[in-house]
């Protein structure tokens, strides 16, 4: 199994362009969700899904969109970037939603707005 | 708002001694604790957990307390290794989410 993948690796944008972090799963968890990482801190929870078809917004959602239309993949889209959105981002997966917190989680996306 | 927080930034052991990473959570109604593990440029990865009515719970090399009185956590590493050298998480579950700490970097010194 690849476990949890994420493209891209790294990105720069520049203020007010739009993009898709892509995250995909091969073990067939029903939970997933996206997080950011500032430096030096915890990370902070963006959007999650319990299944697909099924999304919902986690504590920093604003100024991103997430939708679940396979179980496998869960993208993440940037709608207008902003430098306060530059962050290293996470996508995690868990088994079941009752397990949610045994997540595991990707190599992350390095994302930089100019 | 409901937090959870550690008390030291950065720890720095001797290599073959314990370490302890302590961690204060400020929401009662979470139903399990646990602890991450993050290495330099890499995702955190779960190394053990704890629900909400145990004290105590051990693993490989590690053991996780909670004591529920003062809204405190623990985890505790078994003579520590250069690999354990990464930053750790605690974090508590809310619902069907995480609320992370801010994160202890764990230095070992050879």
């Known amino acids: 199994n690849a476990g949890v993948t994420q493209t891209p690796k790294f990105q720069v944008l520049k203020t007010g362009q739009s993009m898709t972090l892509q995250c995909a799963q091969d073990m067939n968890h029903e939970y997933m969700s996206w997080y950011r990482q500032d430096p030096g801190m915890g990370l902070r929870l963006i959007h999650y899904?319990?299944?697909?078809?099924?999304?919902d917004q986690g504590e920093v959602p604003n100024g991103y969109n997430v939708s679940r239309s396979t179980t496998e993949d869960f993208p993440l889209r940037l709608l207008s970037a902003a430098p306060s959105q530059t962050s290293v981002y996470f996508c995690a997966s868990s088994y079941s939603r009752d397990r949610g917190y045994e997540q595991y989680f990707g190599p992350g996306t390095r994302l930089t707005v100019t | 708002g409901e937090s959870v927080g550690l008390h030291l930034p950065t720890l720095s052991v001797q290599e073959g001694d314990n370490s302890i990473i302590n961690c204060a959570y400020s929401n009662s109604a979470s139903d399990y604790f646990i602890w991450y593990k993050q290495e330099s440029g890499k995702g955190p990865q779960f190394i053990i957990d704890?629900?909400?009515n145990m004290d105590k719970r051990q693993g490989q090399r590690v053991t996780v307390l909670l004591n529920k009185t003062v809204k405190h956590l623990s985890l505790q590493i078994a003579a520590t290794q250069p690999g354990d050298s990464a930053v750790y998480f605690c974090?508590?579950?809310?619902?069907?989410?995480?609320?992370w700490g801010a994160g202890t970097k764990l230095i070992i010194k050879p």
């Open positions: 704890i629900r909400s």
């Open positions: 899904s319990v299944g697909a078809g099924i999304t």
């Open positions: 974090a508590e579950k809310a619902d069907y989410q995480l609320i």
